[in-house]
């Protein structure tokens, strides 16, 4: 069977083989091609069954047509947090990240589709008892990486891989080298609106469970710093003894005379947690004591009757992410390649107004 050329289309169109080549690469009209001219050579590519090249075309751009993906692997059994919930709470984030990447995933074939990327090269997790080597990107087979942080702990490969050979950008992280770009979810904005949906329903005394900045870990600072800052613009002072990181000691926050009303747990693992002690000695959920978290992860809806919570755009950040590594290939700032994802308030059954 004959491989037809784009000069088979040329002769047929009745065009130069540049002219359709420009119309058949989609520049036609850059280069003022006539509108039917373009119509004709595009419609007999299709009747001819031309399929362009792409291997030849990338050649000549010195291009791949792929970019590489690689996630860190959260393990149960990675003490990064220290919270009194131990490995109950690893081994629930450790399985909560995995739907996360199952979202990314997702993300990632819909950014394919959107931007007809070719394909892209999906390397091994990364776990600390494997680290892939840089080299191993710099072969020529992927044009621009993508890194999946882990929460849990700092991200040496996005400092071990020279941008200026290899474009990088980086999910689920704010905190990146120069010269690289990132795509994150709204983590302080969450916080703030977290706290906002339960001011607008009367609450003010509203506790704060999980690490948060006594974590280390990046998101759960920022979302505690939301829950600070929404305090602080309702002219309401966060008191130290609000943030507990044990149930323990949030149950001596509602015995007590002057009880809180809501909690914001920083996850909805924590919330889970919460209500589940909360529950077991008496308290209700929500009424007497509302309760959001974060994550909207799947199962949330069945936490305390339906949790209402703060949604993680894990799939629009990867497609960002995406995003974001083609425009530093077609030459954006990097600055411009940095990108925050919103999130938004799910509001299910375990907040009401504080007077209910």
């Known amino acids: ?25 989609g520049n036609g009209a850059a280069y003022q091609v006539s509108a039917s001219t ?36 959260v393990m149960a059994n990675e003490g990064s947090v220290d919270l009194e919930l131990g490995d109950f709470r690893l081994s629930a984030f450790a399985s909560v990240r995995r739907t996360f990447d199952g979202a990314i995933m997702a993300g990632l074939s819909d950014a394919a589709r959107r931007h007809q990327l070719e394909a892209f090269v999906v390397y091994p997790k990364l776990n600390a008892a494997a680290h892939l080597e840089p080299n191993r990107f710099l072969d020529g087979r992927i044009d621009g990486l993508l890194i999946g ?28 080298p120069e010269g690289v ?38 998101h759960f600072i920022l979302r505690h710093q939301g ?8 002219g309401i002072d966060p008191k130290p003894e609000w943030h507990v990181s044990s149930t323990q000691k949030l149950l001596g926050l509602l015995r007590n005379e002057n009880p809180v009303t809501a909690v914001f747990a920083e996850t909805d693992t924590d919330a889970a947690a919460v209500a589940r002690d909360v529950q077991r000695v008496g308290f209700r959920i929500p009424e007497d004591v509302s309760l959001i ?15 209402t919570t703060i949604y993680h755009p894990a799939q629009e950040m990867a497609a960002e992410g995406v995003k974001n590594l083609l425009a530093l ?11 925050i994802v919103p999130t938004r308030v799910v509001k299910r059954h375990t907040t009401v107004p504080v007077d209910r």
């Open 149 to 176: 942080r882990n929460p849990l702990k700092a991200n040496d490969l996005i400092y071990r891989i020279d941008p200026a050979r290899l474009p990088l950008v980086a999910l689920w992280t704010q905190v990146v």
């Open 38 to 73: 373009i119509e004709r050579v595009q419609r007999l590519a299709k009747e001819l069954g031309y399929v362009p090249n792409i291997a030849a075309r990338n050649l000549r751009l010195q291009r791949t047509g792929q970019i590489g993906v690689v996630l860190e692997e």
């Open 181 to 218: 770009g990132f795509a994150d979810a709204d983590q302080f904005g969450g916080g703030v609106m977290a706290v906002q949906h339960l001011l607008e329903l009367g609450h003010r005394k509203i506790a704060f469970f999980g690490s948060g900045i006594h974590s280390g870990v990046e």
């Open 1 to 25: 069977m004959k491989v037809l050329k784009i000069k088979d289309v040329a002769a047929a169109a009745g065009v130069s083989s540049g002219t359709a080549s420009k119309v058949l690469t």
């Open 293 to 307: 978290g974060f994550d909207d992860v799947f199962g949330a809806d069945f936490i305390a009757g339906g949790l």
């Open 227 to 234: 829950y600070e800052t929404g305090l602080k613009a309702a």
């Open 329 to 339: 290939l077609a030459g954006s700032s990097v600055k411009d390649c940095r990108s």
